[in-house]
C-alpha cells in the first residue's frame, strides 16, 4: 500500500470516529447550541515550569486548540472516543454508573464517577476557553461555547456522554479558532492552509500548492498576500516554528530532531528562523524559566 494510500486510510478512519461520536451526541449537541447564536449577539459589546507529565500533555493539548489544529485535534479525539467505546460492551446499551470511570480514573476530586466526569468536562471547556482566546477567537464567541456547554452540563447524567462532550468541546474550539482565523479567505487558501497543517512534517514547496489547488504558484502567493497578509512560505514557516516550540516544550527531543522532523533545510538554518521569530535559540527557550499560561 502506497503512502497516499496509508494516508487516505487513517484519515477516513479518523472519520468515521468522529462521525459515530457526532450521531452519539447529537441531541446533545443542538441543545447547547440552540442559544449560542443569541448568547453571541447579546454579549457581542462585553469587553473583555511544569516538567510533569500531565502538565505536558496538557500544553500540547491546547497549543493545538490555540493553533486551529484540526487535524491533530481529530487524531486526538479519534483516538479518545475508542478508548471510550471500549470501556463497555456495547456503545449501543445504556451507560451505567461507574462503568467508564475505574478507580484509578476517579483520583481525589471526587469518589463519584459521575461528578468526576462533570468536573473534568468544566476544567477541559475552560482550558479550552482560554486557549481559543489566545489563538484569536474573540471573547464574546469563546464563552458563548464555553457557557453552553456548561449550562447542558447539568441536564445530563450520562458519564459517556459527558466524556463526549468534553471531546466534542475540544473539537468545537479548535474549529471555532480555524474558522475564524480564516474567516476572510477563499476556498483556494483554505484548502492549502488546510493541506499545510495535515503535513507539517515535510518539505511543502510552491509546487506542491499549486499541484493541490490547480492554480499558478504566483496566483497562489498573491491570495495568501492578500487574505492572510503573508506569503505561502511564510505562513508555512510560522506554524511550523510554532509547532517547534510546543515540542520543545514538550518533549525531550533534541533540536536537530526536531529540524529533522518539521522538513527545515538545516538545523542551523532551524536555529536562525526560531531565534529571529522568539528572540532565542532553541537551546535557550528550552532552559528558560516559563511560567504555565
Known amino acids: 500500500m502506497s503512502e497516499n494510500n496509508r494516508q487516505e486510510t487513517k484519515e477516513e478512519h479518523i472519520k468515521k470516529n468522529i462521525e ?15 442559544s449560542v447564536s443569541q448568547h ?4 457581542n459589546d462585553t469587553p473583555g515550569p511544569d516538567n510533569g507529565t500531565r502538565r505536558i500533555q496538557e500544553k500540547a493539548m491546547y497549543y493545538y486548540v490555540a493553533a486551529g489544529d484540526v487535524v491533530r485535534i481529530d487524531e486526538i479525539i479519534s483516538t479518545s472516543f475508542e478508548n471510550i467505546v471500549k ?14 470511570a475505574g478507580p484509578d480514573t476517579v ?11 462533570k468536573y473534568l468536562l468544566i476544567a477541559n471547556v475552560t ?35 459527558i466524556n463526549l462532550l468534553s471531546n466534542k468541546a475540544l473539537r468545537d474550539f479548535t474549529y471555532a479558532v480555524h474558522d475564524y482565523a480564516l474567516k476572510e479567505c477563499g ?32 496566483y497562489i502567493s498573491d491570495t495568501f498576500a492578500k487574505e492572510l497578509g503573508m506569503r505561502p512560505m511564510t ?3 510560522s506554524r511550523k516554528l510554532e509547532y517547534a516550540r510546543t515540542l520543545i516544550e514538550t518533549t525531550s527531543l533534541s533540536v536537530s530532531a526536531i529540524s529533522d522532523l518539521l522538513a527545515f533545510p538545516s538545523t542551523s538554518s532551524f536555529i536562525t528562523y526560531f531565534k529571529k521569530e522568539y528572540g ?10 516559563v511560567s504555565p499560561q
Open 20 to 34: 459515530k461520536m457526532e450521531k452519539l451526541i447529537k441531541e446533545e449537541s443542538k441543545q447547547i447550541f440552540a
Open 40 to 43: 453571541i449577539f447579546m454579549t
Open 87 to 100: 470501556t463497555r460492551t456495547s456503545v449501543i446499551e445504556p451507560y451505567t454508573k461507574g462503568a467508564f
Open 107 to 117: 483520583g481525589d476530586v471526587s469518589e463519584s464517577p459521575l461528578l468526576f466526569a
Open 127 to 161: 482550558l479550552a476557553t482560554r486557549a481559543a482566546i489566545d489563538g484569536g477567537l474573540p471573547e464574546h464567541i469563546a464563552y458563548a461555547i464555553s457557557d453552553g456547554y456548561l449550562r447542558y452540563m447539568d441536564k445530563i447524567n450520562d458519564i459517556m456522554k
Open 187 to 218: 476556498p483556494i487558501t483554505k484548502s492549502c492552509c488546510e493541506y499545510i497543517l495535515r503535513h507539517l512534517h515535510d518539505n511543502i514547496t510552491m509546487k506542491t500548492l499549486s499541484q493541490i489547488s490547480h492554480r499558478s504558484a504566483n
Open 235 to 237: 505562513f508555512i514557516r
Open 280 to 289: 532565542l535559540t532553541p537551546l535557550q527557550y528550552k532552559s528558560k524559566d
